[in-house]
C-alpha cells in the first residue's frame, strides 16, 4: 500500500462541498436525562420531590432543565510494551480501558433542589451514625458505606442538531438524528464547593464529578426508540415497547405504532396482515382488530 497520490487529494469547487462544511455540530443542543431507579432508596426526603418545588416538572426534569454543561465522554487505553519479540522492534499493544469522569454543571434555583438531591445521593453513599442513630453530631458518631446496588445510577446525554426535530410537513430532504450516552452505575465523587461574595449578582453554579463503570453509545437513532430505565427492584423496564394488550384497547392506534410494534418485535408481518407473537391478528385490509 503506497502513500496518497496527488490525484486522490480534493482539489475541486467549493460549492461541491457546501453541504458537508456547513453541517457542524453545535454545542448548545443537548439534553442530560437522570433516569434514577433508586431514587426511592436515597433520596429519602419527601420535600424534594415536592411539586411546588420543582414547578411541576419533577426533580428529574428539573435537573434536566437546569444542567448547563456536560461532556460528550473520551476514553484511552492503558498500554503495555513488548520488547524483543522481533529483534530491534518495541512494540505497543492495549491492555486497560479507562474512562475518565463525566462532570456536570447546573444553575443552582432558588428553591436549591438541585443542591438537596446532589448532597443527599452523597451522604446515603457515606452516611454518618451514632450508636443510637439519633444524634449525628455526637463525638462517637461514625460512617459506613451503604452498597452500590441502592445507589448507583444510569445516566444519559442525547445529543441533537437544530433540525432534528423539524415537522415532517416541512418536506425537509434531510434532518439529523439523535446521538446518546448512556452511563452506567454511575455515581458522584466530587461536589465542589460554590463561593458566594457581595458585589455583582450572578447565577451561582454547581459543578458536580461522576464516576462511572462503562458508557455504551448510540449514533443516528430515530425518534422513536427504545428506552431502558433501571428501577429499585431490579427489574428493566421499557417506556416505548408497543404491547399488544394496550392496542387491543385502544382501536385508534395509528400506522406509526404498528411500526414501532414491527420495529421492537412484538408484531409479525405474514401474507401483508401483521399478527402478534401468539398469532392473533392486529391488522386486515386496512382496518385495525
Known amino acids: 500500500m503506497s502513500f496518497i497520490k496527488p490525484a486522490e487529494i480534493f482539489k ?24 434514577f431507579g433508586n431514587w426511592e432508596t436515597w433520596l429519602t426526603t419527601s420535600t424534594t420531590v415536592n411539586k411546588k418545588r420543582t414547578q411541576a416538572f419533577g426533580f428529574q426534569k428539573k435537573m434536566s432543565i437546569m444542567c448547563t454543561q456536560a461532556e460528550i465522554p473520551g476514553t484511552s487505553f492503558v498500554e503495555s510494551t513488548a520488547i524483543g519479540h522481533r529483534q530491534g522492534i518495541q512494540e505497543s499493544f492495549p491492555n486497560l480501558r479507562n474512562f475518565p469522569p463525566l462532570n456536570l454543571v447546573f444553575y443552582v ?39 452500590p446496588e441502592d445507589y448507583k445510577e444510569t445516566i444519559r446525554i442525547t445529543k441533537f442538531e437544530r433540525d432534528s426535530f423539524i415537522d415532517d410537513a416541512r418536506a425537509a430532504s434531510y434532518k439529523s438524528e439523535l446521538t446518546c450516552y448512556e452511563f452506567l452505575n454511575i455515581w458522584p465523587t466530587n461536589l465542589t464547593s460554590m463561593r458566594v461574595a457581595y458585589g455583582d449578582s450572578n447565577v451561582l453554579r454547581c459543578n458536580i ?19 431502558v430505565v433501571n428501577t429499585s427492584s431490579g427489574i428493566v423496564n421499557s417506556k416505548d415497547i ?13 400506522q406509526e405504532d404498528i411500526n414501532i410494534g414491527l420495529r421492537l418485535g412484538s408484531f409479525v408481518e405474514r401474507d401483508g396482515q401483521i399478527y402478534t407473537k401468539n398469532g392473533n391478528l392486529v391488522k386486515s385490509s386496512g382496518s385495525f382488530f
Open 242 to 254: 408497543v404491547s399488544t394488550e394496550s392496542l387491543k384497547k385502544d382501536i385508534t392506534r395509528s
Open 12 to 35: 475541486d469547487r467549493v460549492d461541491k462541498i457546501r453541504d458537508t462544511v456547513a453541517r457542524p455540530s453545535l454545542d448548545t443542543f443537548f439534553e442530560v436525562d437522570f433516569s
Open 109 to 147: 434555583d432558588a428553591d436549591h433542589v438541585i443542591l438537596e438531591v446532589l448532597e443527599t445521593w452523597m451522604n446515603y453513599i457515606n452516611p454518618i451514625f451514632d450508636s443510637d442513630r439519633t444524634n449525628i453530631r455526637s463525638n462517637e458518631s461514625f460512617s459506613r458505606f451503604n452498597y
Open 209 to 227: 464529578q461522576l464516576a462511572y463503570d462503562r458508557f455504551i453509545t448510540n449514533f443516528s437513532y430515530e425518534k422513536v426508540h427504545k428506552t
